[in-house]
Nanobody
């Protein structure tokens, strides 16, 4: 077990949907923004989405805007990523991550992996044509 544990990955067809979940440890302060990164072989980790503490603000990577929706349930210490209209290019290992800075979430630096101090081990998503 870890402080962030992802689940929900699997195989989907292009155009289909998957819903990823991330269970957070109670040791983690839920007042921190939480997000998702993904990585495929041969590529650097790519920012997917991040959501503020109270779910007021959310930011998405350009490649997933309009298709993915990030949400969280602080009472249940969970983070979600609803992935719709999946593309083959979405195939990757998806990581649940915690932003290292509390407070107001602004878009600056959210796509920088170094701004996250806690990472899950990932859940694999594979999309077939």
């Amino acid at each position: 077990q870890g402080d962030l544990v992802e689940s929900g990955g699997g195989l989907a067809q292009a155009g289909g949907s998957l819903r990823l979940s991330c269970r957070t440890s109670r040791r983690l302060d839920m007042t921190y923004p939480l997000g998702w990164f993904r990585q495929t072989p041969g590529k650097e980790r790519e920012f997917v989405a991040i959501i503020s503490t109270s779910s007021v603000n959310a930011y998405y990577g350009d490649s997933v805007k309009g298709r993915f929706t990030i949400s969280r349930d602080n009472a249940e210490s969970q983070l979600f990523l609803q992935m719709n209209s999946l593309k083959v290019e979405d195939s990757a290992l998806y990581y649940c991550v915690k932003f290292k800075t509390p407070g107001v979430l602004k878009p600056t630096f959210v796509a920088d992996p170094d701004q996250y101090d806690t990472w899950g081990r990932g859940t694999q998503v594979t999309v077939s044509a």
